[in-house]
Structure formats: C-alpha cells, structure tokens
C-alpha cells in the first residue's frame, strides 16, 4: 500500500504521525511511504531521518494522494480538497465535537478510522492513552502557569510555601488523563481532589495515591461544593468517541474564585464546562466571569517530540494492519473496528450519530 504522512498545519501543533522507524517498519513489509517536506521537523526529526529511513519527502498534494494518509490530527478546512472516497484516512478525529468535517467526511465519501476509538476488549483506548498521559500532566502544570498572576491567576505557588498554603485543585473524572493530572499536582504540592462516577476507580485511586489527595464521588452537589475551594479546576471527562457532559455550567462559575482557573483537557470533544471553547497555543486562554479558561484542544502539540514517540509507538501496530489488509483489517481485529467512524459516505459510530441526529450504519451493513 502507499501511505502517506502529510505535515500537521494546525496552530502550532508539531508533531507527526510517522517516525523514521515507523516507516522503516511499513517499508520493511512491502510498503510504499511518502512523507511531507518538512513534516517532522517539529518533533525533532529532519528530513534526512526519513530518507535514511526509505521515505520518500514529498509535497502536501501527493502525499495526500496516498491510498491511506496518517496524521495526528484531523483535517482542517483547508485539507477537506483532498478528502475523496478512495482514501483511507487514520487519525484522531473526535467527531461528536465536529459537524462540519462530519458532513465534510461522508460527503467525500472518506473510510475515517478515529484513533480515539480504537478500543480493546477490556475497554482501553491503546491510541488515546498515551495522548490523555501527557494532556493530563501538562493540565496541571499549565494551570499552575496560569495561577500566576501577571496571566491572570489568583497569584498562588501550585505547592504553597512553609507557613501558606498550597492551591486546591480539583479533578473531574478519574481516568487516564485525571491520574495523570493528580500525580503532577500530589507532586507539587497541590491539595488535590479528584472525582468520579465509578466507586471502584475512587478505591484504586486511594490506594494508588496513598491518602495523599482526596476522593469524592461525582454528582452535582459535591461539584458546587469544591468549586468554591478550587484554585485549579482540570476538566478530565471521557465518553469514547461521545460529546463529554457539561458538568459545569456557566451558573456554577459564580461559585469560583476570581482569578482561578480552568484547564478543560475535555474540550476536543465538547468540553465538560459550559463556558469553554477551543482555543490554540498561539491564543490559549479567555476569561469568563473572572474566572481564567484554558481550552487548547491539542495540547501535547506542545511538547511535540515527546508526543509524538509516545504515539508513533501505539499507531504503528494497527497501522501496519490497515496497510497490510486496508479495511479488511477490521474483520479481524475487533478493537480496530471500534475505530470507524465514516465508511464510504455512511455513518458508523453511534456516539456521533446521536449528537447530530445522522442515521448510523452498521460496518457489518455497509
């Protein structure tokens, strides 16, 4: 199969969907790669690697011309000219936060497999993980950031000093990402809450952590009650592939601190507080009833070359399958087929049809 790996125009996002040892892999079973000119070059890796690798650097149109394009992250208005319905394309997607490539997508008639669905049978989301473990350390060093107080924050140290106390930060949802978040915070000193729906994870999330942050249960009434102490609310919510729930809502910021924070590492797919919005690097942050947003919706672009590995290292597997076998692959691999998202202009995933009332199709009927 040919495959190509266009360079991520993005905001500020450097990384990308292939390392050189990626495509010696893909080159060392019979395949063809075709690389942007210039598309590691913010992870660190020029375009000599690739060439050494057996790559060949070519422009944006032809290695969009590829029978399956890799990318990291979904297509921008500007890439929907080179959707087509004989293109298989492999990336994050996050569709329920994204009507118009939705439409763009079946329109085209473009097989879309979402890394972010990609899911196991045991429920783990192997090409998220690895993305949610970095958003959610950046989280609560990017909000310890914006506490400062010439960006806006209430002026607090995250860990607090002999004599102060720390900021409190608080964690919706227990997962991958809210952990990860929990582990920088405990670090740093932070007082840490953490919440979620599930009890099971609350235990394995006390023991893990040793009495060292607290554990509460997620509803309404605890969610107002620690928003008053938050200094650092993380937005850590996930439903697989789903819009994620506001459990915020705009009345509730009048419960906040003037000056505190909120990092919603949710909103690629929605956001779980009402008030946010997607924001880039260049422009990261907005405030709301005085009350400092951060809404970047592809955070670990900032740390690109650690990124970028730590995702390669998922991707690479499944990746070599789809070229091996192209769609096919999904016959045989269930958690692969839990990625598709878009079939030949038919809707497949469930969790996108109901947020936009677009009839779903089965892979099985298509």
């Known amino acids: 199969m040919i495959v190509g790996v266009p360079k991520e125009i993005k905001i500020l996002e450097n990384r990308v969907a292939m390392t050189p040892a990626g495509v010696e892999a893909l080159i060392g079973r019979g395949h063809r790669v075709l690389v942007e000119e210039n598309a590691g070059i913010g992870s660190g890796l020029d375009n000599e690697c690739y060439t050494e690798a057996g790559a060949e650097m070519v422009s944006a149109d032809k290695a969009w011309s590829a029978e399956m394009v890799i990318k990291v992250k979904e297509p921008i208005v500007s890439e929907y000219k080179y959707l087509r319905d004989d293109l298989l ?3 994050y997607l996050h569709l329920a936060a994204e009507r118009e490539l939705t439409e763009a997508l079946l329109k085209a008639g473009t097989t879309a497999i979402a890394y972010e669905t990609v899911q196991t049978a045991d429920g783990g989301l192997p090409l998220l993980t690895p993305m949610s473990e970095v958003a959610g350390r950046m989280a609560t060093q990017v909000g310890a950031h914006y506490l400062e107080k010439h960006q806006g924050g209430r002026g607090m140290l995250l860990g ?3 004599g102060v106390s720390p900021a409190t ?3 919706l949802g227990g997962g991958v990402v809210g952990t990860n978040a929990a582990k920088i ?3 740093m000193g932070a007082r840490v809450i953490i919440m979620d729906l599930n009890h099971n994870r609350l235990q394995y999330l006390d023991d893990v952590f040793q009495g060292r942050m607290t554990t509460m249960s997620s509803n309404e009434a605890n969610i107002r009650t620690y928003l008053r102490q938050a200094d650092l609310l993380i937005g850590a919510v996930l439903i697989p592939g789903a819009k994620a729930p506001h459990l915020v809502t705009r009345e509730m910021l009048f419960f906040m601190k003037e000056g505190s924070v909120i990092v919603d590492v949710a909103v690629d797919q929605g956001g779980c507080v009402e008030t946010i919005k997607a924001t880039t690097h260049a422009d990261p942050t907005y405030v709301v009833d005085g009350v400092v947003h ?3 919706a592809n955070m670990p672009g ?3 070359h650690t990124s970028t590995f730590a995702l390669v290292n998922q991707t690479v597997p499944y990746a070599m399958k789809l070229a091996e076998k192209g769609v096919a692959a999904l016959k045989d691999d269930p958690a692969l087929a839990k990625g598709l998202n878009c079939y030949r202009g038919k809707l497949t995933y469930e969790a996108v049809g ?3 009332d677009i009839e779903v199709t089965s ?3 298509c």
Do not use: H, Q
């Open 89 to 91: 394309l492999f990336t």
């Open 160 to 162: 607090g000093v002999p």
């Open 169 to 171: 930060v608080v964690i």
């Open 185 to 187: 915070a405990v670090g």
């Open 294 to 296: 951060y809404g970047v």
């Open 302 to 304: 900032a740390v690109p």
């Open 354 to 356: 109901r947020a936009f």
């Open 363 to 365: 892979f099985e009927d």
